[in-house]
């Protein structure tokens, strides 16, 4: 047996309403980190195939308004690496058309998929999800300028189970969400 269906009230006796605050959304340096964490229980993973062409992923990427997108292997859905708008931009392309015979011209830039420049898991620095509910958003920072990275995945390790990517930190988001605290803390 189901669930009874509630009344809902409504109402015709507006006078006055104003629209929603276009204040941005701003986060305190002694916020939790949760709190800038991209969380992938509740927001959708960005998913990307290795077989893509960069250019392919480029635009996804700026359909989707983002600059992340995980590389997952279609056939076992298993996590094989990131790669960021920048990775496409930048040199990667390059050092890989070099490192394949770019030379001979046998390949061209139309040809790198996102398998050859992405960033493999190996190589991420990540954060634990139990250490990241300990921690504010100024551990965050400091720990993605530590590490060089604009990029920390968050993990979450379930005991006797395979590790899974819960959420991501982003250092532009976290410049974003706490511009008016840095400002604040600049003028003391």
Known sequence: MGHPVLELKTSTHLHNLLGPSNE??????????????????????????????????????????????????????????????????????????????????????????????????????VVEMHDVETVNVKSIMAALQKCGRTHIPVIENVPGATPRLRGLFSSAKILRLTEFARLQAAKK
């Open 24 to 125: 941005p959304w701003q986060v305190a340096l002694t916020d939790p980190a949760t709190s800038v964490m991209t969380d992938f229980r509740v927001r959708a993973l960005f998913k990307l195939d290795p077989e893509d062409t960069i250019d392919a992923a480029l635009q996804k990427m700026k359909v989707a308004g983002l600059r992340i997108g995980f590389v997952i292997e279609p056939a076992t859905e298993k996590m094989i690496g990131m790669i960021t708008s920048y990775d496409i931009m930048g040199e990667k392309p390059m050092r890989y058309l070099q490192s394949v015979g770019f030379a001979d011209r046998t390949v061209t830039h139309k040809d790198v998929k996102v398998k050859d420049v992405l960033e493999p898991v190996d190589d991420w620095v």
